[in-house]
């Protein structure tokens, strides 16, 4: 079955400890990027990735890292977590050959950062 | 860069009403588009793509149409039941995936 993977689903946290929330897809997919969801604010791209080793910025990258060593894992770090950093996170990934896929999407983490 | 708005915002409807959500984006350099359902604090569900060379895709009681040119998508529900209700997001795909804010809409029994 053809799915993008994140964990954890719920996370709480404390300002400054650093976190890695990991995202997995089993479809080869060249492209992969995160997202973040705030209430009023919609989705956000935070970082992409369209292959290995190829990463950049999206819209609301402050704050994060991520790494692309692997096609598929494409994890994002919070080296020094925030509470403005509270919020709902989504990984995706789509293909990218003669013709753009569609993008999956993981089921979401939700992050708490006190 | 790509701005994406979805109009309306909120729409409440009696069941059994065919019903429209508009989609528009600024920057017509896109390879797709998308239209996902999201339903609350849950992830998103993938209802149709279309392909930049494709006018429109049906699915089921879905039909989205896209107009390239002058930046628009529409999602048509047909017979809209009370499952139906969730906030709808548009996304046109160029270099990135960009969302709209969402349609909230809401289908009385």
């Known amino acids: 079955e053809a799915q993008v993977t994140q964990n954890p689903r719920y996370l709480i946290t404390v300002t400054g400890k650093k976190l890695t929330v990991t995202c997995s897809q089993n479809?080869?997919?060249?492209?992969m990027s995160w997202y973040r969801q705030d209430p009023g604010l919609g989705l956000r791209q935070i970082y992409y990735?369209?292959?290995?080793?190829?990463?950049d910025k999206g819209d609301v990258p402050e704050g994060y890292k991520v790494s692309r060593k692997e096609k598929r894992n494409f994890p994002l770090i919070l080296e020094s977590p925030s509470p403005n950093q509270t919020s709902l996170y989504f990984c995706?990934?789509?293909?990218?050959?003669?013709?753009?896929?569609?993008?999956?999407f993981g089921q979401g983490t939700r992050l708490t950062v006190v | 860069k790509q701005e994406v708005t979805q109009i309306p915002a909120a729409l409440s409807v009696p069941e059994g009403e065919n019903l429209v959500l508009n989609c528009s984006f600024t920057?017509?350099?896109?390879?797709?588009l998308q239209w996902f359902r999201q339903d609350p604090g849950k992830g998103l569900t993938s209802l149709l793509l279309?392909?930049?060379?494709?006018r429109e895709q049906t699915s089921g009681r879905l039909n989205a149409s896209l107009d390239k040119s002058s930046g628009r998508s529409t999602l048509y529900i047909a017979a809209s039941q009370p499952g139906d209700s969730a906030t709808y997001l548009c996304?046109?795909?160029?270099?990135?995936?960009?969302f709209g804010q969402g349609t909230e809409l809401s289908v009385k029994p």
């Open positions: 995706a990934s789509s293909g990218r050959g003669r013709v753009v896929t569609e993008a999956f």
């Open positions: 479809m080869n997919h060249e492209y």
């Open positions: 990735s369209m292959n290995v080793e190829v990463t």
């Open positions: 920057d017509s350099a896109i390879y797709n």
């Open positions: 279309i392909q930049s060379s494709q």
């Open positions: 996304a046109p795909r160029g270099r990135k995936l960009i």
